[in-house]
């Protein structure tokens, strides 16, 4: 059985950084794209960042570009997301999930197949 657990939330001040790690277990993952989704009260679950299988290709979502890093270690079934200059409006719950499809990449919460209990995120003013 798919595992995903994450961990490194917390609260922060605006401007500040945070680091987050997804370890995977179960199976291996290293021919799937993974990537962070977040949601904030009251809204819909939104992509943030993908990594492609192999962790050459790396995509954002516009509010995050240029803050936010997303990595890999197959060696360690886990991904990161590097959060820095963070912004109130960061705040959400943050998920990572496995794309159900080897070898492809892609934004579409859709097409995630599993998914980790999340880990907040709250950044104050």
Sequence with gaps: QVQLVESGGGMVQAGGSLR????????????????????????????????SWSGTSTYYADSVKGRF????????????????????????????GVDSRALRSGNRETDFGSWGQGTQVTVSS
């Design 20 to 51: 987050l790690s997804c370890a995977a277990s179960g199976r291996s993952f290293s021919v799937y794209a993974m990537g962070w989704f977040r949601q904030a009260p009251g809204k819909e679950r939104e992509f943030v960042a993908g990594i």
């Design 69 to 96: 890093t997303i990595s890999r270690d197959n060696a360690k079934n886990t991904v990161y997301l590097q959060m820095n200059s963070l912004k109130i409006e960061d705040t959400a719950v943050y998920y990572c």
